[in-house]
T-cell receptor
Framework: AQKITQTQPGMFVQEKEAVTLDCTYD???????LFWYKQPSSGEMIFLIY??????QNATEGRYSLNFQKARKSANLVISASQLGDSAMYFC???????????????FGTGTLLAVQP | DTGVSQDPRHKITKRGQNVTFRCDPI?????LYWYRQTLGQGPEFLTY????????KSRLLSDRFSAERPKGSFSTLEIQRTEQGDSAMYLC?????????????FGPGTRLTVL
């Protein structure tokens, strides 16, 4: 069964430091996509970064990078130079290709609450 | 472009009542999704529309739940005979076929409390 696991319920990081949020996934499909979303206290889910299973390079978007280790089935999010505004819940998600086509269903993990300290 | 909007933002109802939520996607987005998020969990997929066609439904979408997107623009999610277990945040998202393919834009959600 498809599954996303985030083992860190909460994390602290000092402002301006880098932080890594862990995500492992389980799928038997060779074609899939991995996402990270940020959810501040307001509740809105904000897309951060995407990694395709066939992408040769790790995805980067500004201060966000995805450490994709396919053999280990991990897709950790690295936030560099943390800012106070980065304090939020962070969700890892996966989208699979079913029967040769892409489904649009995202499967989310339980999230990691990040607190950035001044 | 004002993003995905949802109405109402909060709804409190008594068990057994029917409720309806509305989602207005980003204009020109032809794909629309509904998710449900309970406390301490990530969002769970409920259903997906491409234009007015409902193409995927989760088994979480019991017969008390119905979603429509009659003209391929806004969508409604109705819950009949609400139960306390229906209390959750209901999130709507949209995306554009042919646009950035991997990004679903989420709305602020409707928080439902069933007493």
């Amino acid at each position: 069964a498809q599954k996303i696991t985030q083992t860190q319920p909460g994390m602290f990081v000092q402002e301006k430091e880098a932080v890594t949020l862990d995500c492992t996934y389980d799928t038997s499909d060779p074609s899939y996509g991995l996402f990270w979303y940020k959810q501040p206290s307001s509740g809105e889910m904000i897309f951060l970064i995407y990694q395709g299973s066939y992408d040769q390079q790790n995805a980067t978007e500004g201060r966000y990078s995805l450490n994709f280790q396919k053999a280990r089935k991990s897709a950790n999010l690295v936030i560099s130079a943390s800012q106070l505004g980065d304090s939020a819940m962070y969700f890892c998600a996966m989208r699979e290709a079913l029967n040769g086509g892409a489904t649009n269903k995202l499967i989310f993990g339980t999230g990691t609450l990040l607190a950035v300290q001044p | 472009d004002t993003g995905v909007s949802q109405d109402p933002r909060h709804k409190i109802t008594k068990r057994g009542q029917n409720v309806t939520f509305r989602c207005d996607p980003i204009s020109e987005h032809n794909r629309l999704y509904w998710y449900r998020q309970t406390l301490g969990q990530g969002p769970e997929f409920l259903t997906y529309f491409q234009n007015e066609a409902q193409l995927e439904k989760s088994r979480l979408l019991s017969d008390r739940f119905s979603a429509e997107r009659p003209k391929g623009s806004f969508s409604t999610l109705e819950i009949q005979r609400t139960e306390q277990g229906d209390s959750a945040m209901y999130l709507c998202a949209s995306s554009h076929l042919g646009g950035r393919p991997n990004e679903q834009f989420f709305g602020p959600g409707t928080r439902l409390t069933v007493l």
